[in-house]
């Protein structure tokens, strides 16, 4: 099984010792499904303070396993070992995305997420004396010529990491239940093929109804409750 998990996950696992503890894995059974949690280690629960007002936040602790099959794909483990050997050690059957439970913490680590993303990558700065270090100028740089490179190979918008996008995508559900494809692609600036090819692992299409040709999570990823659900349970 191949395991998808938060790039905040992998940091806070970084910090463990070499031969330290980074989390447990609990399996069990509920109504005959099988469950599957991973449960952070406490020490590696607290996140490193970026300002005075983050100095105590902490990461989610608990995260169950949402299963996917493999989908027609055929995949494999191998290991490589100190003296170049490659070994076979088993087939990908199920794979999985690792989902923290939603929290207080993890709402405000999300908010912490967007505020760094959106902080600008330059700025500008008054300088009190002419700068006499002489540069040569540049035509273009190597930078923006691979970056016109992809466009043109992959279209006008570049496909982000899917771990980023997943994180776009469930910050946006967070605010509305349902979204067209136009509305979705704004957000992400994602091109289309790639934006319905994850959404369809994570979403519904409406085809009819109400609310057609729009998109809603799967209730496995939702943190609210459907309109049928409520009547359901009212």
């Known amino acids: 099984m191949t395991v998808n998990v938060p790039k905040y996950l992998s940091q806070q ?12 894995i609990t399996i069990g059974k509920k ?3 099988t469950e599957v949690c991973f449960s952070l280690s ?4 607290a996140l490193d303070a970026v ?5 105590s936040l902490e990461v989610p602790k608990d995260h169950p396993f949402t299963m996917h099959p493999v989908g027609g794909q055929t995949m494999a483990v191998f290991s490589h070992s100190n003296t170049d050997e490659i070994s076979l050690e088993g087939m990908v059957v199920h794979r999985a995305e690792c989902r923290p439970v939603v929290t207080d913490s993890y709402m405000k680590l999300k908010k912490l997420q967007i505020k760094e993303s959106i902080k600008p990558q330059r700025l500008s700065q008054q300088l009190e004396r002419a700068v006499t270090t002489i540069f040569k100028p540049v035509a273009n740089h190597d930078f923006n010529v691979e970056y016109e490179k992809k466009k043109k190979t992959e279209g006008k918008m570049v496909r982000a990491e ?7 995508l469930f910050s946006a559900f967070e605010k509305h239940q349902y979204y067209n494809i136009k509305a979705l692609v704004d957000i992400t600036k994602q091109p289309v093929t790639y934006l319905k090819e994850i959404m369809r692992e994570i979403g519904t299409y409406n085809s009819k109804g109400v609310h057609k040709s729009t998109w809603e999570l799967k209730p496995e990823y939702r943190h609210y409750q459907s309109d049928e659900e409520e009547m359901q349970t009212t």
């Open 162 to 168: 899917r771990q980023l996008v997943l994180d776009m």
């Open 51 to 55: 300002g005075e007002n983050d100095a």
């Open 42 to 45: 406490d020490e590696l629960i």
């Open 13 to 24: 696992w970084d910090k463990a010792a070499e031969k330290g503890e980074v989390g447990k």
């Open 31 to 33: 109504q005959g499904k």
